[in-house]
Every structure is written in C-alpha cells, then in structure tokens.
C-alpha cells in the first residue's frame, strides 16, 4: 500500500507531502489544475518514462518524487530486492526515490541504496496499476494474462511443472548421450590411447609427495654416509673393545697382586682400583652399543648405486603426464578412473541411449498429458471470466462491446512449466467488429472502463496482495448512472468484494464518483502574473460535500446542488 507520496519541484508543485490511506482516493479540481501532476510525480518515483519538461521552471535544483510503500511480508517485491541484491527489512517501509536534473538525467534509490531506473521500473509493475485515457499499464499487458486468468479460476500449475520439469531432464539426458555417441570414435581412440598411458604409468595416491621427500633424502645420502664412516673411525671399531678389554684384564691382575700382597679389601687403594675397573666394564659395554648403532645408520643409507636416478625419472614421468593432460599430479589416479568410466559409457551408450530416448518419450507425454489437462481448466475458466467481463460491461455504457479469453496451443519447443498455452484477453466493441487487444480496439474513453470492468471481474476471485490501482479520468465522456456504476466498481475494487481490500486512486470530473470515495482532494492553482503553483488539500466531510457540490452546479454552487451531493455522499 502507498502511505505516502513526497514532491520536490515537479512541475507546478513547489512542495508537496502526502499521506495516502486505505481504500478509494478521489482526486478533482478544474480541467488544468494539474491533477496529472501527481500522477506524474508517482510515476517518476516508480520509473516511468521522463523528461527535463518535468522540472519545475525556476527550481533551484532538480525535480524529485518519493513514493513510500508498507508492504506485506510476503509481498512478492521482497523477493525481486533479493534478486537485486538490494538490502531491506520486512518490518520497515520501502522508500522509492527519483530525482531529475534539468538536462533530462535522472538518478534512482531504493531504501536510499543508488540503483537503476529499470529497477524502480520493475518495482513499480508489481506495486501498481496505471489505468487512463491513453494507457494501460500492468492489467492489459498480455504477458501478465496467463497469471491472472490462472488466479481468477484458481488454476494450479503444478502438476504441469513437475512434468515439465521431468521432460526437460530427461531430453538433456538423452542429449548428452546422443553427443557422447557421436564423438565417440574420435574420443575411443584418444580415451584408450590416455588411459593405457596411465595404467603404464600405474599413478598412486601420495606418490609425488613420498617421491620427493625420497629424492632429497638421496641427494643427500652421499655426504651422510661419509660422516658415518668418519664416526665409525672416530670409535676405532672393533680395536676400541679389545684395548678397553685389554685394560679391564690389566687392572684385574693388578687388584689380585694387591690382595695376595695382603692389601685390606675395603682400603682406599682397593676400593679406587674397584671403581676403575667397573667404570673400564662399563665403557666396554657403551662403546659396544655406541658401535653397533653407528652401524645400524650406516646400513639404513645404504642403496642401490641407480636407486636416486630411479625416483628423479619416476617423479619426473608423473609431472609430465600431469602437463600433458593439465591436471595436478596428485589427481592422475581420479583422471585414470575417469577415463575408464568414459569408455564403459562410450561401450554402453547405444543401450543408455535407447532407454534414455525412451524415458524423455515417457516425460513428453506426461507432460502433454498434463498440459492438455491444463488446458481445459484454463478454457473453463476463461469462459466463466468472459461472462463476468461481460456482466460488468453494460453498466459502463460499453454493451455492445464483447469480451473473450483466447487460449492458443504453443508450439512444443516454447511450452515450460506453466503449460503450452498463450493467453490473451481480447475484445470487441462493436456486433460484427473483430476481436483483438484492449489497447488496440478501444478508445481512450473506453479503454479504462474496459480495465475498469477486467478488474472488477477479476476481483471476485483473485486473493491476495493487491496492487495500487490509479484510474486517470475513467468516467471521461459518461455521466449520471454510467458514472455511478463507474464510482460503485471502483467502491468495490477498494473494499474487497472477495475480502482482500485495495487501494485505489481516481481522477475524475465525476461528482458520482467522488462522492464514492473514503478520501477526497482537492487539486488547485493558485499565483500571479510571474508563477503558478499548484496546491492539494485533503477535504474534511464539509468540504468534500462543497466541492462535489460544484462539481454538480459549476461555477455557482447553489443549496440545490449542495443537497444533491449530501444524496450523493449518503
């Protein structure tokens, strides 16, 4: 719902801020008073087309118009933001703004994030409907018939989508198998000529790694080596034991000599020559354990003279192949089952291909099965929409006029998940007179009654959000009953006959439909000789019944006249 509309030098208005409420709005004032001026500046803040013309004469700056919208949270604008990437809160406003320069150049805001005019535009289409003498815009577009006659019948789509959906798989399986099948000669040999690289290579997960890590320890095994040998030196081998052994039986002799000579056992001298010779015992036994684990190294680098130039070309075969086919080393065992499976299904394509023909042909008819379905309920509920077009028509002083719903097959090639139909709303003014669009058939007099009377039909049953829907001087040309049956449909657009109320602005010289309306402006021009503005009030319920009052009298507003509008407004 629009809650308010903010106007910066557009045109004749200056200034201007607006609250707008629920329901009908009624917008009057003289022929020229510029009443199109709101109009307008709305449609500069939802992306209508514009032009420097619109920038007040003498404006300081540029022309602006903000439009303020309190949406639903399921309102589908949400979703079109997400698409956009634009930021928004469901629990807050959204704010459109525009502004115009002099030269033509205009910049566009949404929630004030700068963004394209195309996006105020699309914003726009799914906020409101323009309807007016010259143009209709949102409910005659034929592209937005398919979904309205589906909404107005309660049609749903989604059987059709799913099988569509089935169809469209399982034609891109059969695709994919089809062109598989013709490169398949080329691609067997190239497939075979790969994959028996491969399996002479034999590529194992973690191989470059351990590959690598081998090679540098190799390269380095030379040296290593030569710094064992020099320990193994340094220890003396096998000559270290024997002369460590040699002194351990020395000083064994030595201490039985001093025992025989009667030397005291726990004397100084005995106990010293005791401890050497434990300490001799034990450096035999560490200079053992110290040589045999020097040449336990020795031995772990001992290797094949050609075992380094074995890793290099091994390493050095698996980065070229991985060159070659522009992959990671570490991914040749996946590239090597992946060129296998390729060759089972190249083997096996023609049977895969046959049941996969088979499945799209099964999808096809489900899908056409469906669509025909479909169909049918769209024809049902295109003839129950014609009758209440055309129920809605006379009162519009438009009865010679017919309406109809053409439901047209597509081609298969163009059907998708909302069937094989083109939808189309189309009429006839006169007996005789062919069918073809609104907008092309009607006059500019007719075709907002036209739109008038669609949408009333339309709103007996379409639930959900509505749209702001502006009427631009939809009783032009008619008066009396005609331009109360014109003020009751719009009465009726606003409060809801199907229990979701809307909210509708009208601009009219209609005092029928003014008095229809639950709020009602005023829109006037005041100045001198140098400028003119125009200014809008909101009227009070006195005012209201003055202003539909001379929209009945005219220049002199007489009792008679005011007593006509109190009939009109009770």
Known sequence: MLIGLSIRDVVLIESLDLAIGEGLTALTGETGAGKSIILDALGLATGARADAGLVRRGAAGHASATAIFALTAD?????????????????????????????????????????????LKDLGALLLEVHGQHETVGLLDPKTHRGLLDAFGGVSVGAVGVAWSGWRAGRTKADDLRDLAGRAAAETEDLTLRLSELDRLDPREGEEQSLAEERALLSSAEKAMADIASAQDALGGDNLSGRLAQAYRALERARDRALQAGAPAEGTAMTRLSAACEAVDRAIVEA???????????????????RLEKAEERLFALRGMARKLNVLVEDLPAKRAEFAARLQAIETSEDALKAADKEAAEAREAFLYAAEALSAERRAAGDALAKAVEAELTPLKLEKAKFRVTVEPLPEDRGGPAGLDRIAFEISTNPGAPFGPMEAIASGGELARFALALKAALATRSGGPQPLMIFDEVDQGVGGAVADAVGLRLKRLADGSNGVGAQVLVVTHSAQVAARGDAHWRISKSGDDTSTRTKVEPLTPAQREEEIARMLSGAEVTEAARAAARALMA
């Open 75 to 119: 309102h589908p604008a949400f979703a079109y933001l997400d698409e956009k990437g634009l930021d928004y809160a469901r629990d807050e406003d959204l704010v459109l703004r525009r502004q115009l320069s002099p030269d033509g150049r205009s910049r566009a805001f949404v929630n004030d994030q700068a963004t394209s005019v195309g996006v």
């Open 288 to 306: 053992q354990e110290a040589t045999a684990a020097i040449d336990n190294v020795a031995e772990s680098f001992e290797f094949e003279p050609d």
